[in-house]
C-alpha cells in the first residue's frame, strides 16, 4: 500500500518562505499531486492540483512542485493567517487515492 | 448557491450500520466525480471513497466490503452505506466534489465540501 509521508511540523516568521515535502514510500508516478489547507475547526480547502497549479483565488505566494517521488508546496511571504494544517493527496492508481498524514505550519 | 450538506451522523455500537446522505445544491451530482473523505478526531484525512460520473464506485482498503457509495439522480443525493463498523470508523465524514474546470473534470482533486458529519463509533 502506498503512503505519503509529511513532516508532522513546520515553521517560518512573516515574510519568510517555508516548504513542506510530500513523499511516497513507494516508486510510482506521483504528478496527480493535491495540496489542501485546513485551519483548526474549518474545512480543507484545495490549494494546488496537479502539482502546481491554482485553483482560482488561491494567492500566488502558494506553489507546487515535483521531484523525483517527492512533491512539494511552497508558502513564500508567510502570513499569520497561512498558519494551519496541510495535507497532500495523490492518486496511487487502482482508482485509490491516499492523503499525507498533515503538516501543522505555525507563523511565528 | 453551491453546497453540500451532510446528514446520517451519529452513535452506534460496533458491529452496527448507518447510511450517511449528502445533499447538493447549484450543481448535478450525477454530472460529477463525487467522494468522501473521513478524518478521526485530532487526525489527519483519510479518502474512503469515490464515485465516477459513469456510476462506478471505489473504496480505500479500510472500507472495502463495509461501505457501499450510491447516488439517488432524482433528489441530487449521494449516500454512504456503513456496515460492520468499527470504533476505528470514528470520526467526521465530508462529502466532497471534485474540481472541474473550462479543461475538463479532475476526479482526484477535491474543491467543494460539506460541513461534515460525525460518526462516532463505541459501546
Known amino acids: 500500500q502506498s503512503a505519503l509521508t509529511q513532516p508532522p511540523s513546520a515553521s517560518g516568521s512573516p515574510g519568510q518562505s517555508v516548504t513542506i515535502s510530500c513523499t511516497g514510500t513507494t516508486s510510482g508516478d506521483y504528478k496527480y499531486v493535491s495540496w489542501y489547507q485546513q485551519h483548526p475547526g474549518k474545512v480543507p480547502r484545495l490549494i494546488i492540483f496537479e502539482v502546481s497549479k491554482r485553483p482560482s483565488g488561491v494567492p500566488d505566494r502558494f506553489s507546487g512542485s515535483y521531484s523525483g517521488n517527492t512533491a512539494s508546496l511552497t508558502v513564500s511571504g508567510l502570513r499569520a493567517e497561512d498558519e494551519a494544517a496541510y495535507y497532500c493527496?495523490?492518486?496511487?492508481?487502482?482508482?485509490?487515492?491516499?492523503f499525507g498524514g498533515g503538516t501543522k505550519l505555525t507563523v511565528l | 448557491e453551491v453546497q453540500l450538506v451532510e446528514s446520517g451522523g451519529g452513535l452506534v455500537q460496533p458491529g452496527g450500520s448507518l447510511r450517511l446522505s449528502c445533499a447538493a445544491s447549484?450543481?448535478?451530482?450525477?454530472?460529477?466525480?463525487m467522494s468522501w473523505v473521513r478524518q478521526a478526531p485530532g487526525k489527519g484525512l483519510e479518502w474512503v471513497s469515490i464515485?465516477?460520473?459513469?456510476?462506478?464506485?471505489f473504496y480505500a482498503d479500510s472500507v472495502k466490503g463495509r461501505f457501499t457509495l450510491s447516488r439517488q439522480n432524482f433528489d441530487n443525493t449521494l449516500d454512504l452505506q456503513m456496515n460492520s463498523l468499527r470504533p476505528e470508523d470514528t470520526a467526521v465524514y465530508y462529502c466532497v466534489r471534485a474540481y472541474c474546470s473550462s479543461a475538463g473534470c479532475y476526479p482526484w482533486y477535491f474543491d467543494l465540501w460539506g460541513q461534515g458529519t460525525l460518526v462516532t463509533v463505541s459501546s
Open positions: 464515485i465516477f460520473s459513469g456510476g462506478d464506485s
Open positions: 447549484g450543481f448535478t451530482v450525477s454530472h460529477n466525480y
Open positions: 493527496f495523490s492518486y496511487i492508481g487502482n482508482n485509490e487515492g491516499v
